[in-house]
């Protein structure tokens, strides 16, 4: 696919631009760096054509020194994988040194340079705006990123290069999506933190951000997988129920995009109320799930702690219990990558595919050993099982009776499928249906 690059410094509106190219399609925005979460991946569609839009612009820091080597970093970075770089100003401040610095690198690829000056909302602006020509670049475009007025121009001009033979635009999503949610303070950041290190916490403070989540991409024990994390970003609220419902918000998003999510809870405090609803929402959507009981060095532990604690925890959990709960202390490093090893392990058995073959071999066993009820005088008969071709595990039971198969012999099915087959931390969906 055809890729553009939006560099430029800090604070002139790249991530207003960005979001509002990704606007017609809402592609799931990649994050490609993993540590340095510099970059983000999404997809614009654009009179059908689409293309990869890169933004360079996560970068937040406070020294100047640092500034400057980023920016160039960032420049040539999209000159290397880019077809197109769209550079970014802000007519408000006019043509800072930082400008001029990025125009000098710029000027030295062949790869078109598109000249953005964005804040351009009225006529003083305009004027003001002629300015940018002093830098020399041919193609010039002046926007309100934040109003879109402008943006018809830029994309229509974007899209001209695109050519058939340059194919569709794609992101990389089939890689294992986790996101890790839970109530404030039971230590996601921590968590992530201690996954990537201390640098993640720049990105929390990049202004006016619209997204709710942030994806970062991981390669570990050789696998790679997408962290997903709502934990970066701060709004400002004023008062706490507001803080409260947007981490309400983005906990939803999180789950929406996550194929496993991953449920931290506070040892001491238990499963609230709320964590229980995210579980079941979590659930009902299909999505793997591994809860994580953490702070478990606050726990002071005898012969069978954490074996009644997992038992406790599982009753609330009903029904959908077979899920792995893990004891971790982020604190003390203590089972994090355990974690991990398993969120992975789940996103597997959510993929598991068991043939009809066997899944008739074994479940018509299971009826015969114990027969569904008989009502109103005729003998419910299941004759036949299939997986249905879903994303999450689902599958269709042929029987004579559909609408009397009820919810303990439902559950007895889904009991001997779990027994049978490795679905631990996969909600299963059975549908029964006449042949
Ligand atoms: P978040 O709001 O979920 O992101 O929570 P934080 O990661 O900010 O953690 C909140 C507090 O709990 C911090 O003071 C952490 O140091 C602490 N914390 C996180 N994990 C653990 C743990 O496993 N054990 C202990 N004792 N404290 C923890």
Not at 18 to 42: C, H, M, P, W
Not at 56 to 64: I, K, R
Not at 106 to 113: E, Q
Request: glycine share 6%.
């Amino acid at each position: 696919g055809y890729t553009v690059a939006i560099v430029g410094r800090p604070n002139v509106g790249k991530s207003t631009l960005f979001n509002r190219l990704l606007e017609q399609r809402k592609a799931i925005v990649d994050d490609q760096s993993g540590v340095t979460r510099d970059r983000q991946y999404g997809i614009a569609d654009w009179n059908g054509k689409t293309f990869n839009v890169i933004d360079t612009g996560g970068f937040v820091s406070n020294s100047d020194d640092v500034f400057e080597r980023e920016i160039r970093k960032q420049a040539k970075v999209a000159m290397e994988e880019a077809n197109l770089i769209i550079f970014m100003c802000d007519v408000a401040t006019g043509i800072t040194d930082l400008d001029e610095d990025v125009a000098d690198v710029l000027r030295r690829t062949s790869k078109p340079v598109y000249l953005v000056v964005n804040k351009v909302d009225n006529s003083q602006r305009q004027l003001e705006a002629t300015e940018f020509y002093s830098l020399g670049f041919e193609n010039i475009f002046f926007l309100s990123s934040m109003s879109g007025s402008g943006t018809g121009e830029l994309l229509d001009a974007v899209v001209s290069h695109i050519t058939p033979e340059m194919g569709e635009a794609t992101l990389e999503t089939d890689i294992p999506k986790i996101a890790i949610i839970g109530q404030p303070n039971v230590g996601k950041s921590s968590l992530l933190n201690a996954l990537i290190g201390d640098e993640r916490n720049i990105v929390s403070d990049i202004a006016g951000t619209t997204r709710d989540t942030i994806h970062t991409h991981y390669n570990m024990f050789q696998k790679d997988f997408m962290l997903i994390d709502t934990a970066g970003i701060r709004r400002k609220a004023k008062v706490q129920e507001d803080l409260e419902f947007y981490s309400v918000i983005r906990a939803i998003k999180a789950v929406d995009e996550a194929d496993v999510v991953m449920l931290l809870l506070d040892a001491e405090k238990g499963i609230t109320a709320q964590d229980l609803s995210i579980y079941s929402l979590a659930a009902r959507k299909g999505k793997g799930v591994v809860v994580l009981v953490n702070k478990w060095d606050l726990i002071e532990k005898a012969t069978n702690t954490a074996r009644d604690y997992e038992k406790e925890l599982k009753n609330r959990l009903a029904p959908f219990s077979d899920v792995p709960i893990i004891f971790t202390s982020v604190t003390e490093k203590q089972r994090i990558f355990k974690a991990i090893e398993t969120a992975l392990e789940v996103y597997e058995n959510r993929l598991r595919r068991i043939p009809t073959s066997t899944l008739n071999d074994v479940m018509l066993k299971a009826i015969e050993a114990y027969h569904p009820p008989v009502v109103r005088g005729i003998p419910i008969r299941i004759k036949y099982v299939t997986q249905l071709p879903t994303h999450t595990p689902a599958f269709a039971f042929f029987c004579n009776l559909p609408d009397d198969v009820k919810t303990p012999y439902r559950n007895y099915l889904e009991n001997q499928l779990r027994s049978h087959f490795d679905f631990r931390g996969v909600p299963l969906k059975l549908f029964f249906r006449k042949k």
